[in-house]
């Protein structure tokens, strides 16, 4: 099924559940959790701390194009 088909509001419903849940885990972290590192298969070794700011990156990302295609820009270019 094509994007154009899928129905927005329950789409965003569904990414806010999901976030809300990576954030919940993320608050259980310790201090010294978001050190740990991993190694991407793409990107090589990378922290906690890393993999939480490209998510973060990501979404930005995906915002802007949501916010292009209702041709309301209000997020600023990086």
């Known amino acids: 099924m094509g994007y154009s088909k899928w129905d927005v509001r329950e789409q965003l419903k569904a990414y806010a559940d999901e976030r809300a849940k990576t954030i919940a885990y993320l608050k259980t972290l310790a201090p010294e959790d978001w050190a740990k590192m991993i190694t991407h298969n793409e990107k090589g070794p990378q922290s906690v701390s890393d993999q939480a700011n490209q998510l973060l990156g990501h979404d930005l ?8 295609y209702t041709h309301e820009k209000v997020a600023g270019t990086w």
């Not at 990302?61 to 292009?68: F, P, Q, T, V, W």
């Open 61 to 68: 990302y995906h915002i802007d194009h949501l916010l292009e």
